[in-house]
């Protein structure tokens, strides 16, 4: 059984900086792709960023220059770290994993569906 367990999400000022932790139990070998995604009341859960298991890091458009992704491949462990945060960065977030190691393309990995095992949620929120 694999579970991905986040931590560190909380309140924040707006302009202020929060680190998310995703910490994989379980038996994994070799790197899996690992991503972000969040959910805000009502609205689906998007895209955040992802490091791919070949080691490519993309990000939502929106997010580039703010939010930066990192791991530890032995592991599978992730972090997010977020600055300049925002109130519409107020949201659930959630790290997940892809189980296939497959060659695709930045939209692949930016898709829920291909996604096999998430975490329950952190809680992010940003006041103004």
């Known amino acids: 059984q694999v579970q991905l367990i986040e931590s560190g999400g909380g309140s924040v000022q707006a302009g202020g900086s929060l680190r998310l932790s995703c910490a994989t139990s379980?038996?994994?070998?070799?790197?899996?792709?690992m991503g972000w995604f969040r959910q805000a009341p009502g609205k689906e859960r998007e895209f955040v960023a992802c490091?791919?298991?070949?080691?490519?890091?993309y990000y939502a458009d929106s997010l580039k220059g703010r939010f930066t992704i990192s791991r530890d491949n032995d592991k599978n462990s992730v972090w997010l770290q977020m600055n300049s945060l925002q109130p519409e960065d107020t949201a659930v977030y959630y790290c997940a994993m892809e189980f296939l190691r497959v060659p695709a393309s930045e939209i692949y990995h930016q898709q829920r569906e291909n996604y096999d095992e998430w975490g329950q949620g952190t809680q992010v929120t940003v006041s103004s």
């Open positions: 379980g038996r994994i070998y070799g790197s899996n792709t």
């Open positions: 490091n791919t298991w070949n080691n490519h890091t």
